[in-house]
């Protein structure tokens, strides 16, 4: 069966194709089959947007597994924000540099100890004839004073790592991979699929 990435997020694309691998006879992105939608994000959870990105896109694509994620940052100091809103966080059309700059604003006075974060990440698979699948995949840890690291994208050169004393874009691919939150809740899945 074929399976179809409900994102235009190239480097979510990446990342999902690098952890599932051979698991379906063929990945693609909603570009490369052909689907032009853009499902508006108005859920007040992960798991809402992730369901509803995934069920609309199937609609378009009844005959294909379709496999959708959302994800994002919540820091305790700021109630759980941005959440839901970590790739608008500094508004609609901005990248993840304003997003980071946002961020590193509203924390500019919170202190180390109380800098505590976790990402975390929704993915839901739709198969034709089947129930849907939901997992949430969580990766703790703390948001620095400054931005560490080349790799990854979005929040990434703010979260440290404690255990392994690294933000998440000091890590190599293969090593994110296997602790993001992203690949947590894709082994998660994994697990649920027959």
Known sequence: MRLIIAS?????????KEILG????????????GIELDVKEDAD?????????????AKLCPQDAVLA????????????????????????GHDDAANRAKLFAELRDVPAERRTAHFAC??????????NIEVVGRVDGRILFEERG?????????????????????????????????????????????
């Open 8 to 16: 235009n997020n190239k480097n979510k694309i990446r990342e999902i």
């Open 22 to 33: 051979d698991k379906f006879e063929e990945i693609v992105s909603m570009r490369e089959a």
């Open 45 to 57: 959870s992960f798991i809402g947007n992730a369901r509803k990105k995934a069920e609309e896109t």
């Open 69 to 92: 994620d959302d994800s994002g940052l919540c820091v305790d100091a700021l109630n759980g924000a941005p959440g839901v809103y970590s790739a608008r966080f500094a508004g609609e």
């Open 122 to 131: 929704a993915m839901v698979l739709v198969r034709p004839g089947e129930p």
């Open 150 to 194: 080349e790799n990854g994208f979005g929040y990434d050169p703010h979260f440290w790592i404690p255990e392994l004393n690294k933000t998440a874009a000091e890590l190599a691919p293969e090593m994110k991979n296997s602790l993001s939150h992203r690949g947590k809740a894709l082994r998660a899945l994994m697990e649920k699929l027959p």
